[in-house]
């Protein structure tokens, strides 16, 4: 298997229209003799229609052997009333579960050209730059017990289970300081200690992490609820932003407005190094769904998906002049006023999802 391989999943609604301009992108790496090949396979309700399963196991091994997985959209109103256990969101907690892809990265960059086209106030999101840290393979969203069970008097009891353990909560605290090393040195943890038993370990944890691991970062605490309101009040006090699987899934969405559109953000999932080569498991997906009330229009923001190749460039392949000429690109693009319906404002240029590719793909050759 060659080093550079990649499993393409692009899932429903708009992930086929958004992975198609990312298989652009590939090709003129290519071109430039980066060497990537790659497979393609469904997941989410396109798997569900093919297999009856939300991924198939011949797909699980693709994503295994893969040195990354990139990942478009699941799930649509088609599937409402599939069952639980084979619902399009399915697929992806099972690849993130299996390849153990604890440590969710999910940058919010609000590039100069778009402040305008968040629901803040320009002066409050332009040159944002801040990064949550989303634990991604425990807390509720895995817990056992999870059921829904008829307590037999009419009455039923849904149940959901958040569970943390020390060793879950130091790993991701982990990463979380690692990338302030990289960034402005400050790490801010979010949990609900005020109410939540897992909030009151998650805070333990980390400060013990940081007493004794990293001194040189600056470590604050801050009540998740607070911690969403903060982020639409003064976005750019944050640097890092440290939290669980389902705060880190409300948070990052709000982030995501700040920067925008929902269109704009990518991620990248990423496992333990492995301990003979170092490589991580990775995929990287936009923050965004499958939008399925544009699907089929060729109107949606390639963007996110764009750059959560170039995360994949970033983390999988240790390719950063590559990863930043990509980046500089999607900025040039914005500063010449492309722009999809999400993002689009007066005296700007509309564009299609093909087009904001093609628009990409041109500015990648300029960005020397
Ligand atoms: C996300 C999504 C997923 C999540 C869904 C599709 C299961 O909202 O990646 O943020 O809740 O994690
Ligand atoms: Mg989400």
Redesign the pocket.
């Known amino acids: 298997m060659p080093d550079r391989h990649l499993l393409l999943l692009p899932g429903d609604g708009i992930g086929p229209e958004i992975m198609a301009e990312v298989k652009g992108v590939i090709a003129w790496f290519n071109a430039g003799g980066a060497g990537f090949t790659f497979d393609e396979d469904l997941v989410g309700g396109a798997a569900y229609d093919a297999h009856g399963a939300a991924i198939s196991e011949a797909a699980m091994e693709k994503a295994h052997a893969a040195g990354a997985v990139i990942f478009g959209s699941v799930g649509g109103p088609k599937w409402d009333k599939v069952p639980y256990d084979v619902r399009p969101e399915a697929g992806l907690l099972r690849l993130r579960k299996d390849l153990g892809l604890f440590a969710n990265l999910r940058p919010a960059l609000c590039y100069a050209a778009l402040a305008d086209a968040s629901s803040l106030k320009r002066e409050l999101v332009e040159g944002l730059d801040i990064l949550i840290v989303r634990e991604l393979t425990g807390g509720v969203y895995f817990g056992a017990p999870k059921e829904i069970i008829d307590l037999g008097n009419g009455q039923k009891r849904g149940i959901d289970t958040q569970i943390y353990d020390t060793y879950e909560i130091e790993r991701i605290a982990r990463v979380a300081f690692d990338m302030a090393r990289t960034r402005r040195g400050l790490v801010t943890s979010m949990e609900k200690r005020n109410v939540m038993k897992s909030g009151l370990l998650w805070n333990e944890v980390v400060t013990a992490v940081h007493a004794a691991e990293y001194p040189d970062v600056k470590l604050e605490h801050m009540l998740a609820d607070a911690g969403g309101m903060q982020l639409v009040r003064q976005p750019k006090q944050f640097d890092v932003i440290v939290t669980d699987n389902l705060f880190g899934?409300m948070l990052?969405?709000v982030a995501a407005m700040l920067t925008g559109s929902l269109g704009m953000l990518p991620s990248a999932s990423l496992g333990a190094p492995n301990p003979v080569n170092g490589r991580r498991k990775a995929l990287y997906e936009p923050?965004h769904g499958s939008a399925p009330d544009i699907a089929g229009k060729g109107v949606a923001n390639p963007i996110a998906m764009i750059a959560s190749f170039g995360m994949a460039l970033r983390y999988s392949f240790g390719m950063t002049a590559e990863a930043d000429r990509l980046d500089r690109a999607i900025a040039a693009t914005l500063d010449a006023g492309t722009r999809t319906a999400d993002i689009w404002t007066e005296g700007k240029q509309r564009v299609s999802t093909a087009e904001m590719g093609a628009a990409v793909i041109a500015a990648l050759e300029k960005a020397a």
Do not use: H, L, N, R
């Open positions: 899934d990052s969405d923050v």
